[in-house]
């Protein structure tokens, strides 16, 4: 029989690949400090922007597979591949993302602007919404997993849109820099 991506074998790897992409992403972030090149900013900026590529897919996509998840029969081979996709997203991709946006996002609202401007104090307000949301769907992703999840389908796809206006209005914010 061969082997699924969700058994335990894979899982493993994948989870290797992870840790290996976090100590890459720690070595090059000390690397730069220790080089300390004359466009650091510009590095700390591009890891930023990585990671919150990556946060935002976790965030976008999580939500998806509730939808899907929900009309999954408890219990069935359908719904436990959903909690494995689940899970591994949530720990793999979204929490690593989430930890690195914020590392290098308050450096560089530190080193670059002092924690100065109304555009800047804005944004931090709707990043702590957006880990909200990352927290809630990490407490739902723990609820699918235990078959008690208690919502529908069409409020799982009210929640899609939740990330997406979060993150319209941040990109604004940092783009425009409108107060």
Same mark, same amino acid.
């Given at each position: 029989?061969?082997?699924?991506?969700?058994d335990?074998?894979? !899982?493993?790897?994948?989870r290797?690949?992870?840790?290996?992409a976090?100590?890459?992403?720690?070595?090059?972030?000390?690397?730069?400090?220790?080089?300390?090149?004359?466009?650091l900013y510009?590095?700390?900026k591009?890891?930023?922007?990585?990671?919150?590529?990556?946060?935002?897919?976790?965030?976008?996509y999580?939500?998806?597979l509730?939808?899907?998840?929900?009309d999954a029969?408890?219990?069935?081979?359908?719904?436990?591949?959903?909690?494995?996709?689940?899970?591994?997203?949530?720990?793999?991709?979204m929490?690593?993302?989430?930890?690195?946006?914020?590392?290098?996002?308050?450096?560089?609202?530190?080193s670059?602007?002092?924690f100065?401007?109304?555009?800047l104090?804005?944004k931090? !307000?709707?990043v702590?919404?957006?880990?909200g949301?990352?927290?809630?769907?990490?407490?739902a992703?723990?609820?699918?997993?235990?078959?008690?999840?208690?919502?529908?389908?069409?409020?799982?796809?009210?929640?899609?849109?939740?990330?997406?206006?979060?993150?319209i209005?941040? &990109?604004?914010? &940092?783009?425009?820099?409108?107060?």
């Amino acid at each position: 029989m061969a082997e699924k991506q969700t058994d335990a074998r894979p !899982g493993a790897y994948a989870r290797r690949r992870a840790h290996f992409a976090l100590i890459f992403f720690a070595l090059l972030a000390v690397g730069l400090f220790a080089w300390n090149p004359e466009n650091l900013y510009l590095w700390i900026k591009a890891l930023h922007i990585i990671a919150v590529i990556s946060w935002m897919a976790g965030l976008f996509y999580m939500p998806r597979l509730f939808i899907y998840h929900t009309d999954a029969e408890p219990g069935s081979a359908q719904s436990e591949t959903f909690k494995v996709m689940e899970r591994r997203l949530l720990k793999i991709i979204m929490n690593p993302a989430m930890m690195l946006t914020w590392i290098f996002g308050l450096y560089l609202a530190w080193s670059v602007y002092g924690f100065h401007g109304g555009w800047l104090h804005a944004k931090i !307000g709707l990043v702590v919404l957006l880990t909200g949301v990352h927290m809630f769907f990490s407490r739902a992703v723990r609820d699918f997993a235990a078959d008690r999840n208690r919502r529908s389908a069409r409020y799982w796809r009210f929640m899609n849109e939740a990330p997406t206006a979060l993150m319209i209005l941040i &990109v604004i914010l &940092v783009v425009v820099k409108p107060f």
